[in-house]
C-alpha cells in the first residue's frame, strides 16, 4: 500500500469554484485534481494500492481533508475535470471532524494535516523536498507515506511536524510539479517491487 498526501495552501474548501477555472477560482486546484491522477492511474486503470489524502487549506473553512482510496474508488475518470466534480461534491454541505462518505472509495473530513499524520505515523514517513537525501541512497521501507507540498511548498511548521515521524527525500536538485513528484515516485516503487 502505498500513500500520499498533498498539502494545498489555497485550495478551496467549499464547492464555490469553476471547473473552468480550477487554477484561479479553486485556489490551484488544477495541481490538486493533476496530483489524484499522477498518484492513481496507470495506462489501462487505476492502482488499486494507492491511498491518496488531499489536504486542502485554502477558504472559506479550513483545514478540510479528503480521502481517496484506489481500492474502492468507482466512476472517477483521470481527467482534472472528473476528479475536480468529484471534489466539488465532496466540499457540499457541512463537514465535521468525523469522516463523511461521499461515494465508495471517497470520503471528507475536517481533520487538519497534522491529525491526518499522526493517524499515519506507525507507517514509514516520507517528506518530499529538493534538498533532503537523494531516493537512489535510501531504501523505501513497505507502505510507505509520502507527503508533498504544491506549487508554494509545505509552510515551515508543518514540514517540521511531519519529521517528527519521517524524513527529508530528494528526487534531486531540479524542482517538479507535485504530480510528477508522484509519477516519479510510483515508477520507483514499481521498479523496486514495493
Ligand atoms: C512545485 S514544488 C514546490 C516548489 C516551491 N517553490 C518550494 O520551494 O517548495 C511542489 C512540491 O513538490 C515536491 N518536490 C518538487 N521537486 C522535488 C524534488 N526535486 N525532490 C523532492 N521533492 C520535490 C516538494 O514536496 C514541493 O513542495
Redesign the pocket.
Known sequence: MRIFII?ARKARTDNKFLLKDLAGSGGKMD?VCRFVTSCLWVSHGLRRDVDIYLVLNGPPRPPITIHISGENVKRMDPNERSIAIWIQKSLKGEITKDWKNIQEGIKVSAKSFQEIIKSLSDRPMY????K?EY?EDIEIKENPVF????????PRNEEKFVLRYGEK??????????S??ATILNWILDKRKL
Open positions: 498539502y495541481t517528506v518530499l523536498e529538493e533532503g531516493i507527503v508533498i507540498g504544491d506549487h508554494l511548498g509545505m527525500i530528494s528526487l534531486g536538485k531540479q524542482p517538479y510539479f507535485a510528477t513528484c
